[in-house]
Structure formats: C-alpha cells, structure tokens
C-alpha cells in the first residue's frame, strides 16, 4: 500500500490507521447495506454495485434486507466480513472510518431496520470470521436525494483502494 492509504480504525474508543490489507484477511465478502432512495444511505449498495465489475471477493448488495443475505453470507464461509455503510461519525461527510461491533453501538445513521450492532450479533452467530464496519459518513439522506457529491467520491477513493 502506499503512504496515505490508511483508514482511520477505531477501538475501544481509540483511533489508529489501519490499511485495506489489514481489513481485508483471507476470504473475505463485502456488504453494501443501505436505502438507495434517501441519498447517501445507499452509499453501501452504490461500492458493493462498483466493485462486482472489478474485483473477483464477493459484492454483495443487501440494501435495506441484511437479514435476507445472512444465509448467503454464511455460505460464502469468509474469514471477514465488511459491512460498508453511511454512519454518523461526527466527522466531514465522506470520512471514512473502520469499526469493530464494540464500537457500533451509538454511531447509527441509517433508514433501515437493523442497526449496525444488532447486524454483527446476528452475523456472529452464524460465522466464525471476523465482522467490521466500514462507516462513511453521510451529507444527505433524505428521500429522493442523490448521492452528495464529498461522498461519490470517498466512495471512489475507497473503489481505487480496493481493487489495489
């Protein structure tokens, strides 16, 4: 990886960097959760849609179903799974931040049913890999709203880092 690749992970409170190899061990699927018709909220479908084009791990694109795709998920047997969705990180809309499930609990933004932390529960129970969070923060989720702008192309950005 190259110098400014890192993403920002937080632990029990505690940010560090952390880079794409470090996330991304052994088998590995990533879910793109998120309502596609209220703007950045469907920022995790938008990557996983992207991302199926270019690389050979499982996409998969759940939007506001998780509990749909949690048998698939299982299937796919991964050593880690990604959950790539809009968090409210009180951060700039685009920031993009690595969570572990201890640190879901209070970072919710969504329009979906499940919450980050009740996701991982269910998860956990159904595989031995490892589940982490890749929250970006959203600008907009208002119904009927695009994706904004800063968030298109974190999204981008994370796209590039990926494929690597």
Do not use: W
Not at 25 to 39: A, E, S
Not at 54 to 78: M, Q, T
Not at 110 to 123: F, Y
């Amino acid at each position: 990886m190259q110098k400014g690749d890192n993403l920002n992970y937080r632990m029990n409170g505690t940010k560090c960097a952390l880079t794409m190899k470090d996330l991304f061990v052994g088998k590995t699927v990533i879910v793109g959760i998120g309502n596609i018709l209220h703007g950045d909220d469907g920022l995790g479908p938008y990557l996983v849609d992207r991302l199926k084009k270019r690389i050979v791990v499982p996409c998969i694109n759940a939007e506001c179903s998780l509990d749909r795709y949690i048998g698939k998920i299982a299937r796919e047997d991964p050593d880690t799974v990604v959950l790539v969705d809009a968090v409210h990180l009180n951060e700039k809309p685009g920031s993009v931040e690595i969570l572990e499930p201890e640190e879901l609990v209070d970072t919710r933004t969504s329009t979906h049913d499940l919450t980050p932390s009740s996701t991982v529960e269910i998860l956990k129970q159904v595989i031995t890999g490892e589940v982490y969070l890749l929250g970006i923060q959203p600008a907009c989720v208002r119904l009927g709203a695009k994706i904004s702008r800063r968030v298109k192309k974190a999204i981008r950005r994370l796209e590039r880092r990926i494929v690597k």
